[in-house]
Antibody, heavy 118, light 111 residues
């Protein structure tokens, strides 16, 4: 079955960077975009960016421009989220999801908690 | 652009029907039939339950249905069950620049 499995929880200090991985299985990796969103504690969902695993092209939400980098490794069927210059407000659960068609996200990875604290 | 507007909470008794609304603008909900709905249990990942306004993915109960009128989309859950108690988020495509907007979420309580 289609599955996205993310890397484990991270604890970072302010100013540091974090990388979260998302390994896809059960489908042809290069056939579908992968989407990233995050959810701060007790808050709603916020989209961050999108990557096309086929060519590596990316789209970022304006809020994260310059601080967010999405990459992929097709040999590992894995996409990576790197967020720089972390601050306490970046404490959240980060999710990846497959984009089977425009405007829908299915399935989602299990989520990765990133805690930013001094 | 601002997030889509959802009622913060809704409740219903087992067997009843409830409707959750999601209000956007003519630039998002009103312009595209690309509204999706997600169900999320505490500490879990969101799950797609409706896409393209009213389509159900395979395996999702037909108790869940979606619709849209103008700038407002709606999710209706009929025959409420205890297992429906969760957070529900709407999402709309908003064009190539903004991409998508999410609603703030609605907490469904089954009494």
């Amino acid at each position: 079955q289609v599955q996205l499995v993310q890397s484990g929880a991270e604890v970072k200090t302010p100013g540091a960077s974090v990388t979260v991985s998302c390994k896809a299985s059960g489908y042809i990796f290069t056939n579908n975009y992968v989407f990233w969103a995050r959810q701060a504690p007790g808050e709603g969902l916020e989209w961050m960016g999108l990557i096309n695993p086929s060519g590596g092209s990316t789209t970022y939400a304006q809020k994260f421009q310059g601080r967010l980098t999405l990459t992929r490794d097709t040999s590992l069927s894995t996409v990576y989220l790197e967020l720089n210059s972390l601050r306490s407000e970046d404490t959240a659960v980060y999710f990846c999801a497959r984009v089977p068609e425009l405007g829908r996200f299915d399935p989602w990875g299990q989520g990765t908690l990133v805690t930013v604290s001094s | 652009q601002s997030a889509l507007t959802q009622t913060a909470s809704v409740s219903g008794s087992p067997g009843q029907s409830i409707t959750i609304s999601c209000t956007g603008t003519s630039s998002d909900v009103g312009s595209y039939n690309l509204v999706s709905w997600y169900q999320q249990y505490p500490g879990k990942a969101p799950k797609l339950i409706i896409y393209d306004v009213s389509q159900r993915p395979t395996g999702v109960s037909n108790r869940f249905s979606g619709s849209k009128s103008g700038n407002t989309a709606s999710l209706t859950i009929s025959g409420l069950q205890a297992e429906d108690e969760a957070e529900y988020y709407c999402c709309s495509y908003a064009g190539s620049r903004t991409f998508v907007l999410f609603g703030g979420g609605t907490t469904l309580t089954v009494l």
